[in-house]
């Protein structure tokens, strides 16, 4: 029982989190909308920054569970270019509202902040990721692939909220593939 509790204000506050925004969600909020007393909150999370952190390592857990699929068996190229298509087609997706570590990142930009530094971390990953592929594919500068493949997932994700969704995804993919194809 505790850890379904556990599970679903975790789960409550990420839907706040994302459609309303980390600061724009006040602990209250959350207790509100789980219907639940503000002590089983902090039963569960000491403070509304230890949700925050748990809702994002939850987020990347299954962000990259959902990108980990079905790919192991083909070359490096086509899974490098399957997940760069991955993420476009999330960011493409209506109900999409932005990356949550981005969206973290840009609602505390203090360096020293926790939150900050898992957002961060975050980046670092999915560019570690990108650059991990791009080797395997015998990409001689895979790491300035990688980031060039970064920023167009991460700027695809900021203009699909300012411009039509499905130019801005075909455009980016369009990027995306003449970036890998090109990249000696």
């Known amino acids: 029982m505790a850890t379904k509790m556990r599970e679903y204000i ?10 309303q925004g980390i600061n724009a969600t006040s602990v ?11 002590v089983t909150l902090y039963k569960y ?28 068996h083909a070359d490096a190229e ?5 997940l760069v298509s991955n993420l476009l087609d999330l960011i493409g997706d209506p109900d999409f509202k932005g ?26 990953n999915l560019r570690n990721q990108l650059a991990k592929l791009a080797n395997a594919a015998g990409k001689k500068n895979a790491d300035v692939l990688a980031l060039q493949l970064q920023m167009v997932i991460e700027g695809a994700s900021v203009s ?7 130019e801005a995804i075909t455009h980016a993919k369009d990027m995306a593939r003449i970036l890998i194809a090109s990249a000696p």
């Open 78 to 82: 086509t899974q490098l270019t399957n």
């Open 10 to 19: 975790l789960e409550v506050a990420s839907d706040l989190f994302l459609t």
């Open 45 to 72: 999370f000491k403070s509304k920054e230890q949700l925050i952190l748990e809702y994002l390592k939850d987020y990347d857990d299954k962000l990259w569970s959902i990108l980990a699929k079905g790919d192991e």
């Open 160 to 166: 699909s909220e300012v411009q039509i969704k499905t």
């Open 99 to 124: 990356f949550a570590f981005i969206n973290a990142g840009v609602e505390f930009p203090q360096s020293d902040s926790a939150v900050h530094q898992t957002s961060v971390e975050f980046s670092r």
């Open 28 to 38: 209250d909020a959350i207790v509100a909308k789980a219907d639940i007393a503000k």
